[in-house]
């Protein structure tokens, strides 16, 4: 088991560039969360789906955010136009909707200059 | 959703063991207790959960109190590989999310 794999791991971009964060979550796994990590607001939930549906985008900061799961197996995050205050580490989680926790992925660390 | 107290770091010597302890005294009867860990540069990792009964696993021990209103997280023997932010999180089950909260920075010297 390879575990989240999140690419890319390191991403620079200019403001105003859209980016796109990938995620691939464990086979088998029906809930997938994307979380965004800062110093000053800690971990954050941007949303969540269910068995590819989204439940609960509540988090997401505003409409420059978008977050698609076509299938089972593969998830994005993007953003667009892209702003310095979007520098985070962005991490991918997936879980069997069960009580024994997520896994999470290694994270990507964006950097918006 | 309900919150968690818990200090916001605590210091521990090598093969000593560390008790964590978290505040939750808004849990309802149906929250399950999780802890998860961050390591540097890593994404956050689950360690142990419990609803009732205290817990023993290979990483971690979870000791809850009878009220349900406090818990503690115990490591028997702190290693260096243990200095992590420690996250105490009540989570509502199915279809509910984990939200996380400053958590406790454990450091562990020599």
């Known amino acids: 088991d390879a575990g989240v794999i999140q690419s890319p791991r390191h991403e620079v971009t200019e403001m105003g560039q859209e980016v796109t964060l990938r995620c691939k979550p464990i086979s088998g796994h029906n809930s997938l969360f994307w979380y965004r990590q800062t110093m000053m607001r800690g971990l954050e939930l941007l949303i969540y789906f269910n068995n590819n549906v989204p439940i609960d985008d509540s988090g997401m900061p505003e409409d420059r955010f978008s977050a698609k799961m076509p299938n089972a197996s593969f998830s994005t995050l993007k953003i667009q136009p892209s702003e310095p205050r979007d520098s985070a580490v962005y991490f991918c989680?997936?879980?069997?909707?069960?009580?024994?926790?997520?896994?999470f992925g290694s994270g990507t660390r964006l950097t918006v200059v | 959703d309900a919150k968690t107290t818990q200090p916001n770091s605590m210091e521990s010597n090598e093969e000593e063991p560390v008790h964590l302890p978290c505040n939750h005294s808004?849990?309802?009867?149906?929250?399950?207790i999780h802890w998860y860990r961050q390591l540097p540069s890593q994404g956050p990792e689950y360690v142990i959960h419990g609803l009732t009964s205290n817990v023993n696993n290979r990483m971690a021990s979870l000791a809850i109190a009878e009220d349900r209103k406090s818990s503690t997280l115990i490591l028997h023997r702190a290693t260096l590989r243990d200095a992590a932010v420690y996250y105490c999180i009540l989570w509502a089950g199915t279809a509910s999310k984990l939200t996380f909260g400053t958590g406790t920075r454990l450091q562990v010297t020599l």
């Open positions: 808004t849990i309802s009867g149906t929250d399950y």
């Open positions: 989680a997936s879980s069997r909707d069960t009580v024994y926790g997520y896994t």
